[in-house]
């Protein structure tokens, strides 16, 4: 599935406010905890969800597997096409930047998507190690990178046991715990092959784009949640992330903007744990950007909405103290 690059939750609830996780050792002690809002074993504030000082601002990455893991040692690498280049060069490294082999050429096809499989003649990847990958465009100045990590071979053998017989919405889980930004994209394109009008799908594919850093198409997709629901949750969750994309951006303006959205949808669908999330975003962006005062505004209003908050399985007493204890430091 190709989209423009110019421009999910009824299961699991993603992006900075709440991230679904199955522990690949511990699924029998740490089931999937379900409730009409969604299905969430970890919750995170703002802060810890989002923290785009270590994110490119210019991140519009078109190679793929990138800033994240795969699981195969032999994997298939995918790029944007450029009009008018007619080959391109495919160089893989370790981060000491010496070739595991040497570049090698493709031509250009007609596709969107152009890739490179490893053939047999050259070695596989290692296990449990990182690497560079580059694509230049040949006869242009144009040259595209990505970096990704190979998984333990034990981690995989593991992985191939846990996702059996389990839903979409739990291998995906499963995959963003490992970082394995391909295999999430690959499953929700495929299941969205079947139901196409599926926002849940549209919001997390968002999600992944975002935390690959491909910008260009993260928008894209919470542009089409925006535009295929009016489900407070759904709209608030694109908006979020969009706000995300906007500070990465450093809009911080337009992030606001989003966020207050956001807050005001969340508040219509009645869910006051990410009511106070919000509260919190909205006023960590206003300190970062020197707004010292709306800060101060908007965590006591998060302060008080954590306070409210009765305890629960999914949302547990000390999770809820550390996030309070989180804001009172910061009204200090």
Known sequence: MVFPRKRVLGAIVS??????????????????ICTPDGCI??????????????????????????????????????WNAIEGVTHYTIIISKPDERPIFAPTTVEASIADIQEFSFPENIPELEW???????????????ELTGEFYVISQERQLALETAEHGRS???????????????????????????????????LLLGDVYWKSQDLGNAEYQYERVLQQTQEPMLLA????????IALDNQESVQALLLLEQALADFQAAGNPLFVAQTLQFIAETQRDQKNLEAA?????????????LTPT???PEDVRNRFIAAIRRELE
């Open 15 to 32: 992006g900075c406010i709440l991230t679904a996780l199955i522990p690949l050792a511990t699924q029998a002690e740490n089931p999937i």
């Open 41 to 78: 074993t970890r919750l995170c504030a703002p802060r810890s969800c989002y923290d785009n000082t270590a994110r490119s601002r210019t991140a519009v990455a078109t190679v793929r597997p990138n800033d994240g893991a795969i699981r195969t040692t032999r994997p298939t690498i995918r």
């Open 128 to 142: 449990k190690q990182t690497y560079i990958v580059r694509v230049v465009a040949n006869g242009t100045d144009t």
């Open 168 to 202: 979409t919405f739990e291998r995906f889980a499963l995959y963003m715990e490992l970082n394995l930004y391909t295999d999430s994209l690959k499953l929700l394109e495929d299941a969205l092959a079947v139901d196409p009008q599926n926002p849940n799908y549209v």
């Open 237 to 244: 969750q694109a908006r979020v992330g969009l706000a995300k």
């Open 296 to 308: 101060q505004q908007f965590y006591r209003q998060a302060l008080a909405a954590y306070e409210a």
């Open 313 to 315: 399985v999914a949302f």
